[in-house]
């Protein structure tokens, strides 16, 4: 990767794309200076031989982190399925969902966010600028919010919720017990 970061600190000399060479890196690679936020189309394409080994070993290890990944976001939504201002993913039967994050989408997402982390529950927000509105895309013209209303309603309620290789029933059990006990 050294030699990545060497060319990440001319290209910046050149364009000044990114504060520090870290940041050109990131840029250059993934089109961001900061987390969600594409400044310019970028890629996600570059692997080491390492990294592609690894993955090809841990394949024979997929479906069943994705089983056990579908457990759990079958067990929040029994959980939480009798909260009324949550909403899920629908998935279609006969589907499977690989929940590289689980949504749910919530009224008051903020709140529930701080509220939950005072419980020690930390939650994401995936993505804190929606896609239309991303830099990288203001060629396309649009300018406001109300121009993808189904987006922008998602934009606002998105919460992702813990969910990770491991996580146990007592975990997702004490999420889910904090999560039905706030007021909105």
């Known amino acids: 990767m050294g030699f990545l970061k060497e060319l990440a600190g001319q290209i910046n000399n050149q364009f000044s794309i990114g504060e520090n060479t ?3 890196l990131d840029a250059v690679i993934n089109g961001q200076k900061e987390k969600y936020v594409h400044s310019i189309l970028g890629t996600n394409a570059r692997m080491s031989e390492i990294e592609a080994t690894s993955l090809i070993f841990n394949l024979r290890y997929l479906d069943e982190a994705i089983q056990k990944r579908n457990d759990a976001a079958k067990r929040y939504i029994d959980n939480l399925s009798g909260n009324k201002s949550i909403s899920f993913p629908k998935i279609e ?3 499977l969902c690989s929940y590289y994050i689980f949504s749910i989408w919530v009224k008051g997402r903020d709140f529930i966010k701080r509220e939950l982390e005072t419980k020690g529950i930390y939650t994401g927000l995936h993505y804190p600028v929606s896609l239309h509105l991303q830099p990288c895309y203001k ?3 649009y300018k406001n919010r109300q121009m993808l209303e189904n987006a922008e309603i ?4 998105q919460l992702s919720l813990p969910l990770f290789w491991g996580i146990t029933n007592d975990e997702i059990d004490y999420v889910s017990k904090h999560l039905n006990n706030i007021s909105i």
């Open 22 to 24: 870290d940041q050109t």
């Open 93 to 95: 039967e006969g589907n």
């Open 154 to 157: 998602q934009f606002f309620s």
């Open 139 to 141: 060629h396309l013209g």
